[in-house]
């Protein structure tokens, strides 16, 4: 960083390095890519919580059930009224709340 001090011009550097986290949680993949209400779907990603708790997802803004989670997947149960579109997956990661969006659309038939 530079700064002007009388007149003069310093620079200032810091005396470690800062490290930009490209970890964030990303959704890779889900199977099936269609679905009924109530039918398992299966998500593929990385970087998700550990914790089964800090996991939600959301489809039409409905929250879905949620089975079965790890840090690389999870799977849920297309909730009631749902219809054809991008799920989301809110997850925490390095203590703040993360969303992601699938890469494509659910169908419901």
């Given at each position: 960083m530079q700064?002007?001090?009388?007149?003069?011009?310093?620079?200032?550097?810091?005396s470690t390095n800062f490290t930009?986290?490209?970890?964030?949680?990303?959704?890779?993949?889900?199977?099936?890519?269609?679905?009924?209400?109530?039918a398992p779907v299966t998500i593929t990603g990385k970087?998700?919580?550990a914790t089964s708790s800090d996991k939600k997802?959301?489809?039409?803004?409905?929250?879905a059930t949620v089975t079965?989670?790890?840090t690389t997947q999870i799977i849920f149960v297309v909730p009631v009224g749902a219809t054809t579109?991008?799920?989301s997956v809110q997850t925490v990661y390095n203590q703040l709340q993360?969303?992601?969006?699938a890469p494509s659309n659910l169908i419901i038939p």
């Open positions: 700064t002007k001090f009388d007149n003069l011009d310093y620079t200032v550097e810091s930009v986290d490209k970890n964030e949680p990303e959704l890779i993949s889900f199977s099936p890519a269609n679905g009924v209400v109530g970087n998700f919580s997802v959301l489809m039409d803004g409905l929250p079965s989670s790890s579109g991008n799920f993360r969303t992601v969006t």
